[in-house]
C-alpha cells in the first residue's frame, strides 16, 4: 500500500519515510509511526486516529446515516483497515491532549474534570485521593465506550468529549459527497434454484463428483464442512487439536491447503468471528483501487470512468449472480483460468 503513498509536504523524498510500519517494531510501534506520518501529511492528531482506530459505526443506531460522522468512517472504512488493539490510547501533538479506546471496548478508561482545570484519565475508579480532593472540586466525570475519544484543546484548555471533538473531525471535509461520487454498494443476490438456466452451472452440476475429487475434497469434507456450511451458513465448530495424518505422508493427492497447518495458542480466548461478534465485526469488503492514503482528497485516476468508483460488497463469497454484476459494475475485471496441462507436470505451474 505505501508505495501509493504522495503528499505535496514530502514530494520526492516521500521513499525516505515508507514503509511507516517496520519489521521487528512492536504493534503499538507501527501504529505511532503511521499516525506520524498522517499528521505530517496536514490531518489532526484526533482525525488520524478515528481513521486508523474506528469505531463500529455500521451497527451504531445513534449515527445518523446522512450525517457527517457516519460518512466519515464510510468513506475511510473503505480504504483503511482498521487496528483493532485492544487498547486505550493517550495521546498529545501539543494542540490536542486526550485519550482513545479501540471498538471492542476491552478496557476501562474513566476521566475525571476538576474545577481548576485537571483533568485525569485512568483505567481505575479512586485514583484520585479522597482525602486531597474533595466531592465539590469536581466539575464533571465521563467514561470512554467502546470506539470513544475525547480530547484537551492546550490553545484553551476546554475538554472536547466524543460527539463533538468527532464532528469537529468529520466536517472537515465532503465525506458525504465524496461517497455518493466514489462509492457504490452493491446488493447482495438471490442464489440459483434448482430450475436455473444457467449453462456454466448445469455442467457443473452434471460432474460435480468429478470435479470434487479433481480438487481433491474428501467425503468427509463434504459431509461435515460444505453441507453444514450451506445449510447454516456459517463455518462449522470443532474441538482444538487436528488429529489428521498428515498430508506430506500420504500416497493420496490433497488439496493445497492440507499441507499447511496454522500454530494456534493455547489459550482461552473465546471464539472471535462475524456471528459472535456483529456488533464490532465485518465481514464487508470493497473492490477497486484504493488510491492514495495520504491524499486530502479521494485520489483520481487517468482512467477515471473505470477507476473513480469503489464497489462494497457485504461479504467476499460470491454467487454466480453476484459476479455478474462486478463485470457490469464497471470496474476493470479480467477472467483467469486455474486449469493447467496435466501431462507437463508440477512444472506446467510455473
Same mark, same amino acid.
Given at each position: 500500500?505505501?508505495?501509493?503513498?504522495?503528499?505535496?509536504?514530502?514530494?520526492?523524498?516521500?521513499?525516505?519515510?515508507?514503509?511507516?510500519?517496520?519489521?521487528?517494531?512492536?504493534?503499538?510501534?507501527?501504529?505511532?509511526?503511521?499516525?506520524?506520518?498522517?499528521?505530517?501529511?496536514?490531518?489532526?492528531?484526533?482525525?488520524?486516529?478515528?481513521?486508523?482506530?474506528?469505531?463500529?459505526?455500521?451497527?451504531?443506531?445513534?449515527?445518523?446515516?446522512?450525517?457527517?460522522?457516519?460518512?466519515?468512517?464510510?468513506?475511510?472504512?473503505?480504504?483503511?483497515?482498521?487496528?483493532?488493539?485492544?487498547?486505550?490510547?493517550?495521546?498529545?501533538?501539543?494542540?490536542?491532549?486526550?485519550?482513545?479506546?479501540?471498538?471492542?471496548?476491552?478496557?476501562?478508561?474513566?476521566?475525571?474534570?476538576?474545577?481548576?482545570?485537571?483533568?485525569?484519565?485512568?483505567?481505575?475508579?479512586?485514583?484520585?485521593?479522597?482525602?486531597?480532593?474533595?466531592?465539590?472540586?469536581?466539575?464533571?466525570?465521563?467514561?470512554?465506550?467502546? +470506539?470513544?475519544? $475525547? /480530547?484537551?484543546?492546550? @490553545?484553551?484548555? #476546554?475538554?472536547?468529549?466524543? !460527539?463533538?471533538?468527532?464532528?469537529?473531525?468529520?466536517?472537515?471535509?465532503?465525506?458525504?459527497?465524496?461517497?455518493?461520487?466514489?462509492?457504490?454498494?452493491?446488493?447482495?443476490?438471490?442464489?440459483?434454484?434448482?430450475?436455473?438456466?444457467?449453462?456454466?452451472?448445469?455442467?457443473?452440476?452434471?460432474?460435480?463428483?468429478?470435479?470434487?475429487?479433481?480438487?481433491?475434497?474428501?467425503?468427509?469434507?463434504?459431509?461435515?464442512?460444505?453441507?453444514?456450511?450451506?445449510?447454516?451458513?456459517?463455518?462449522?465448530?470443532?474441538?482444538?487439536?487436528?488429529?489428521?495424518?498428515?498430508?506430506?505422508?500420504?500416497?493420496?493427492?490433497?488439496?493445497?491447503?492440507?499441507?499447511?497447518?496454522?500454530?494456534?495458542?493455547?489459550?482461552?480466548?473465546?471464539?472471535?468471528?462475524?456471528?459472535?461478534?456483529?456488533?464490532?465485526?465485518?465481514?464487508?469488503?470493497?473492490?477497486?483501487?484504493? +488510491?492514495?492514503? $495520504? /491524499?486530502?482528497?479521494? @485520489?483520481?485516476? #487517468?482512467?477515471?470512468?473505470? !477507476?473513480?468508483?469503489?464497489?462494497?460488497?457485504?461479504?467476499?463469497?460470491?454467487?454466480?449472480?453476484?459476479?455478474?454484476?462486478?463485470?457490469?459494475?464497471?470496474?476493470?475485471?479480467?477472467?483467469?483460468?486455474?486449469?493447467?496441462?496435466?501431462?507437463?507436470?508440477?512444472?506446467?505451474?510455473?
Amino acid at each position: 500500500r505505501s508505495a501509493t503513498f504522495e503528499h505535496p509536504n514530502f514530494g520526492h523524498r516521500m521513499q525516505e519515510v515508507l514503509p511507516p510500519m517496520q519489521p521487528g517494531t512492536s504493534d503499538s510501534g507501527n501504529l505511532d509511526n503511521y499516525v506520524e506520518l498522517m499528521l505530517r501529511c496536514n490531518r489532526e492528531l484526533p482525525e488520524a486516529l478515528m481513521v486508523t482506530v474506528p469505531e463500529a459505526y455500521h451497527t451504531d443506531k445513534r449515527l445518523d446515516e446522512e450525517g457527517d460522522i457516519y460518512n466519515f468512517y464510510k468513506y475511510w472504512g473503505s480504504v483503511q483497515e482498521p487496528w483493532d488493539g485492544p487498547a486505550l490510547i493517550a495521546y498529545c501533538d501539543g494542540k490536542y491532549l486526550g485519550a482513545k479506546l479501540d471498538r471492542n471496548g476491552l478496557r476501562p478508561a474513566r476521566y475525571f474534570r476538576l474545577k481548576d482545570g485537571t483533568t485525569v484519565v485512568g483505567s481505575e475508579v479512586g485514583i484520585l485521593d479522597a482525602a486531597k480532593v474533595s466531592p465539590d472540586q469536581y466539575e464533571s466525570k465521563g467514561r470512554l465506550g467502546p +470506539g470513544q475519544i $475525547m /480530547a484537551i484543546d492546550l @490553545s484553551n484548555g #476546554e475538554l472536547i468529549e466524543n !460527539n463533538e471533538i468527532k464532528q469537529m473531525m468529520a466536517s472537515r471535509r465532503p465525506y458525504r459527497q465524496w461517497n455518493n461520487e466514489f462509492r457504490k454498494s452493491m446488493a447482495p443476490q438471490p442464489w440459483f434454484g434448482s430450475d436455473h438456466d444457467d449453462p456454466v452451472c448445469k455442467e457443473i452440476e452434471e460432474h460435480l463428483l468429478q470435479l470434487q475429487f479433481m480438487a481433491g475434497y474428501t467425503l468427509e469434507d463434504v459431509e461435515m464442512v460444505v453441507e453444514s456450511m450451506a445449510l447454516s451458513g456459517k463455518e462449522p465448530t470443532f474441538s482444538m487439536g487436528n488429529d489428521k495424518p498428515l498430508a506430506a505422508l500420504s500416497d493420496r493427492a490433497h488439496v493445497i491447503y492440507d499441507y499447511f497447518s496454522q500454530r494456534f495458542a493455547q489459550v482461552t480466548n473465546p471464539a472471535i468471528d462475524p456471528y459472535r461478534e456483529a456488533l464490532v465485526m465485518s465481514v464487508g469488503v470493497f473492490l477497486g483501487r484504493q +488510491g492514495n492514503l $495520504m /491524499a486530502e482528497e479521494p @485520489s483520481r485516476f #487517468e482512467n477515471s470512468n473505470l !477507476n473513480k468508483r469503489l464497489v462494497g460488497l457485504d461479504s467476499p463469497v460470491l454467487n454466480e449472480r453476484e459476479l455478474r454484476c462486478i463485470k457490469q459494475s464497471r470496474l476493470l475485471t479480467v477472467e483467469l483460468s486455474t486449469c493447467y496441462t496435466a501431462t507437463h507436470g508440477p512444472n506446467e505451474l510455473e
